[in-house]
């Protein structure tokens, strides 16, 4: 169906300085704000209903958007997560009766308050790429996946719960401290993550509100989750992409430019790579609502979701 990049519409976004933190670096990607959607601190999640069924709200007069995969972990309840995206009309309430409970054998339903957000891991989050897997309603659709995920890093017994590892207190301290590392730049919208030099997401929100909302979300829950794990299982070797070097006493102006020598240099690799990725399909997901519309793209090695507002994508959340 041809490449990644004509699907996707980069117009008016540009390029950061590349941050890199251990195996992982992110070049930002910075623009103006793409659709006309509710400011993200008017999007609540309100409840689980049942078992497999994610309840939000949204305050704004503007439609808003629920991210890919979003995970909401609370006390006394059933951890949940959304088997993608969603859009809630303004001044509504909706809810998503096709998500997944993320511990198997954890009673109760979820209310608004005293509860933690994230993003599923990379793994868990192509294993919902599965368009039957996706929109089947069924709570424990994800507990073989979230077992095969758990597997061999000894953080509890053989049991579906992603709070095993996200609970762990040296795992959740490395997380906190890896996602610091990758501080919003100014007009920042997203991101192209990469790992070894490798991209492995694309992440662009509706604006930089939005990302400042949501950036923790992805680096710590989603990318930073499934690189420490990688490291945990032996599955990813040393880092082949290092800053370079920078003299104690270098000045200011010798500070910059080495970085950006680096970043253009970085730039150079990662658009040629990213204009190679093919998509094999590319679906709309339910009904065209209020000019938004969520399509599903699977491509070579992965996929994820794009909303599109009048026909231009505004949302974008691929993993690689």
């Known amino acids: 169906m041809g490449s990644l990049f004509d699907i996707l519409d980069f117009a008016g976004i540009g390029l950061g300085r590349v941050q890199s933190d251990d195996e992982m670096t992110v070049i930002p990607l910075v623009g103006g704000d793409r659709g006309n959607i509710a400011r ?50 303004a001044k509504s309430t909706k809810s998503f009766n096709d998500a997944c409970c993320i511990e198997e054998t954890q009673g109760g339903m979820l209310s608004a308050e005293g509860n933690d957000e994230d993003i599923l891991p990379i793994e868990l989050r192509k294993t919902l ?24 890093m000894n953080l509890g017994r053989d049991s579906a719960h992603l709070r095993y590892f996200y609970d762990n207190k040296s795992i959740g301290q490395a997380l906190e401290d890896f996602a610091a590392s990758f501080e919003p ?36 829950g989603c990318y930073g989750a499934e ?25 200011p102006a010798e500070v910059k430019e080495l970085l950006t020598e680096f970043s253009d240099h970085l730039r150079e690799e990662v658009i040629p790579a ?19 519309e969520t399509r599903m793209v699977i491509t070579d090695s ?13 949302y974008i959340s691929l993993v690689l």
């Open 185 to 220: 730049i100014e007009n920042q919208i997203g991101a192209v993550i990469m790992f070894n030099g490798i991209p492995v997401g694309i992440e662009i929100m509706p604006s930089a509100d939005h990302w400042d909302a949501y950036w923790q979300h992805l680096l710590r």
């Open 227 to 251: 690189l420490l794990r990688m490291k945990k299982l032996g599955k990813i070797t040393p880092s082949t992409l290092i800053l370079p070097d920078i003299p104690e006493d270098a000045s």
């Open 302 to 314: 992965g996929g994820g979701d794009i909303i599109l507002q009048d026909s231009k994508p505004i």
């Open 129 to 152: 790429l599965n368009y039957g897997k996706r929109t089947q309603k069924g709570y424990s659709k994800l507990w073989n996946d979230i077992k095969d995920w758990l597997r061999g």
């Open 40 to 89: 993200p601190s008017s999007l609540k999640f309100e409840r689980t209903t049942g078992y497999g069924s994610m309840q939000f709200s949204n305050e704004d007069d503007k439609p808003a958007i629920v991210p890919s995969n979003m995970m909401v972990r609370g006390t006394g309840g059933q951890d949940h997560a959304m088997s993608g995206c969603g859009i809630i009309l």
């Open 274 to 292: 990213l204009e190679r990725i093919s998509v094999s399909d590319n679906r709309r997901i339910g009904s065209i609502t209020s000019g938004l």
